[in-house]
């Protein structure tokens, strides 16, 4: 039926402004359930009095004011019944939830002193104290709001009750001290929730510079590690390491950068680099692979971790072919003449975080080295693929060209594979294309 709920979280909000919306919407609905369960438990009692006292037709009024607050807080409710963002809506909720309480009793009074000709009974100080003061407990924001709801309601008092001709202070209690009663009842209601608001604005920006600062913390933590491994590492600091049966592991890297590097300011190598690499990785991440480091000018980005996949070695085709191309772009765009040279190949790793400063996610094992070796002994604006990455890419729409049995640094006499897409031209002789 009804919900107690917590307080809206500060991050699901842009401003202050949608954070108080939110704030009043749940504590007015927590107010009107309240007021509510009053008036409907006192109704036992109030028709228990009317048929025990002779059946007074006043009595009998008083009951239907209750009936209709009851109605009018229903009502409430129901315009509350959405979570969009209506600021005004809410204001005219609280204004007629806070004048079907305070007003309507003043109302019953002006009506019985008509009738009977009598002086309306003083204002109970202690119900307006409480009314007010519960108001300004349940919805401490918004002040004006408050003010409006509690001036309407003296001035009515006060004001239609004279023009009306009914006396608003009994003899011995003069009308001004039932001004300076009201006035510091409301006086002391607006400053709380003037103060309140104030420090709930301030607390609310706090947060937000707090949440803003820790959410680029997470954005500089998930760049240097996978969103897995960050995970772990913030659950504790026992060593992070697993070992992988399978993944697919790519170097590349800028062929004869270092004689680059002696005719260019180093700005402009940099420069450089940044501009290749972060294409790079809009690659890797548009792929699904994971970028593992940089060193110098080489790349290195491997798939199949730290979530194991099926793909790994047609992810990783697909970016080197993408990878050629981005730099025969940026070529033509900068009137460049890199040359980009990698090497792909396929086996198990063991990955894991080690240090405790600068500390990143890294591969150990063959794989790594094969696949290094693979870049260095490859040729200049190729993808160099070992025969083990070879076997699982038979499927895919590449062409495959040996080079036949090289010699490479460490591993002696290995078979390898140059890939392009299909319809591309080399100069080596074709020996394999893929169905």
């Known amino acids: 039926m009804f919900r107690l709920t917590r307080l809206p979280a500060i991050h ?6 949608q954070w108080r919306h939110r704030f009043m919407q749940r504590r007015l609905r927590l107010g009107l359930v309240f007021g509510l369960l009053y008036f409907v438990s006192f109704l036992p009692l109030d028709a228990l009095s009317y048929f025990s006292t002779g059946q007074d037709p006043f009595k009998l009024l008083w009951i239907g004011m209750n009936l209709i607050r009851i109605l009018l807080l229903c009502l409430c409710l129901w315009l509350m019944r959405k979570q969009a963002y209506q600021p005004r809506r809410v204001m005219v909720v609280f ?27 003083d204002p109970d100080l202690f119900s307006w104290a409480l009314s007010f003061i519960a108001q300004a407990t349940l919805v401490p924001v918004v002040w004006p709001l408050h003010l409006i709801s509690q001036a309407v309601a003296i001035v009515y008092y006060f004001g239609v009750n004279t023009l009306l001709g009914l006396q608003v202070a009994t003899p011995g209690v003069p009308t001004a001290k039932l001004l300076l009663n009201t006035f510091w009842i409301c006086c002391i209601c607006n400053v709380s929730v003037y103060f309140y608001e104030r420090l709930s604005r301030q607390n609310f920006a706090i947060n937000r510079q707090l949440l803003e600062a820790q959410e680029k913390s997470e954005r500089l933590l998930l760049n240097i590690l996978p969103r897995s491994i960050a ?3 913030k659950q504790g600091p026992e060593i992070i390491a697993e070992s992988f049966s399978e993944v697919t592991v790519l170097f590349a890297d800028i062929v004869h950068f270092t004689q680059l590097t002696e005719t260019q300011p180093a700005v402009k190598i940099v420069d450089l680099l940044n ?8 690659l890797a991440e548009r792929h699904g692979l994971e970028k593992i480091k940089t060193i110098g000018d080489a790349y290195m980005v491997a798939a199949g971790l730290p979530q194991p996949t099926t793909n790994h070695a047609a992810a990783v085709a697909a970016m080197a072919v993408e990878m050629q191309e981005t730099v025969a772009e940026f070529n033509a765009e900068t009137q460049q003449n890199l040359a980009l040279r990698i090497g792909i190949h396929t086996g198990p790793v ?24 693979m870049e260095s002994h490859g040729l200049p604006n190729q993808i160099q693929i070992s025969e083990a990455t070879y076997q699982h890419l038979q499927t895919e729409h590449y062409e495959f060209r040996s080079r036949g ?26 020996v394999i294309v893929s169905p």
Request: proline residues 3%.
């Open 12 to 17: 699901q909000f842009a401003n202050y402004d």
């Open 95 to 121: 204004l007629l939830a806070s004048w079907s309480i305070n007003l309507l009793h003043r109302f019953y009074e002006t009506y019985q002193g008509v009738v009977t000709n009598t002086p309306i009974s």
């Open 231 to 233: 995970e772990q590492l």
């Open 275 to 282: 501009q290749v690499f972060s294409r790079f990785d809009q």
């Open 405 to 430: 049995p090289i010699l490479i640094k460490g591993k002696g006499q290995m078979v390898t594979y140059l890939l392009e897409p299909c319809g591309t031209d080399i100069h080596l002789d074709r």
């Open 350 to 373: 063991v990955a894991g975080v080690i240090g405790l400063k600068k500390f990143a996610y890294d591969l150990w094992g063959d794989t790594v080295n094969t696949a290094s070796r």
